[in-house]
């Protein structure tokens, strides 16, 4: 059996995007609970030079819509970045899950080859479809979600590793 470029991204992001919206859930949950503002988590940043929480989840959905979107050949919807809430987060979200269940597997796959090109850092980077995917776009979005993940168990947020990976 084969993977194909569609199996490694669409579905991988689904899933865990819908993990980082239950994390999300139960932080805010955790907030309201331990009488804590919210935007002590929002806010919150492992290291002084890392982005807070909020830009963390933004980043990862930039990833997750960015990366079907190039490798389809389509452009990237752009977002505002002012969410500034859980609710907000939760949103943004929503709104990329279900920009990703636009895609279909005949969108994505035969990609491997399509040249994707991206600007960043004042640098031009190119990579082959699946050079992109397994080592741009995936490695990226879940390092942004770790991250998210690891901002609010720091700050006290009873979360576990089935939390990250999902299931049962």
């Known amino acids: 059996m084969t993977l194909s470029m569609y199996q490694a991204s669409v579905p991988v992001f689904l899933s865990m995007l819908e993990n980082l919206s239950n994390i999300l859930s139960r932080a805010e949950a955790d907030a309201t609970e331990r009488r804590i503002d919210p935007n002590i988590f929002l806010t919150a940043r492992l290291a002084p030079d890392m982005f807070a929480l909020a830009r963390q989840v933004q980043i990862a959905t930039d990833h997750a819509k960015g990366a079907p979107s190039r490798l389809a050949g389509r452009e990237v919807p ?30 994505i796959d035969g990609s491997e080859d399509r040249v994707i090109e991206i600007k960043g850092g004042g640098r031009l980077f ?26 609010l168990r720091h700050n006290g947020v009873d979360l576990h590793k089935r939390d990250f990976i999902g299931g049962s």
């Not at 752009?78 to 636009?102: M, V």
């Open 126 to 151: 190119s990579f082959s479809g699946a050079q992109y995917l397994l080592h741009y776009a995936l490695p990226n979005f879940y390092f942004h979600v770790t991250t998210a993940y690891d901002i």
């Open 78 to 107: 752009r977002y505002e970045d002012t969410e500034a809430t859980f609710g907000e987060l939760q949103a943004r979200i929503e709104k990329t899950r279900n920009y990703l269940k636009t895609f279909e597997q005949k969108d």
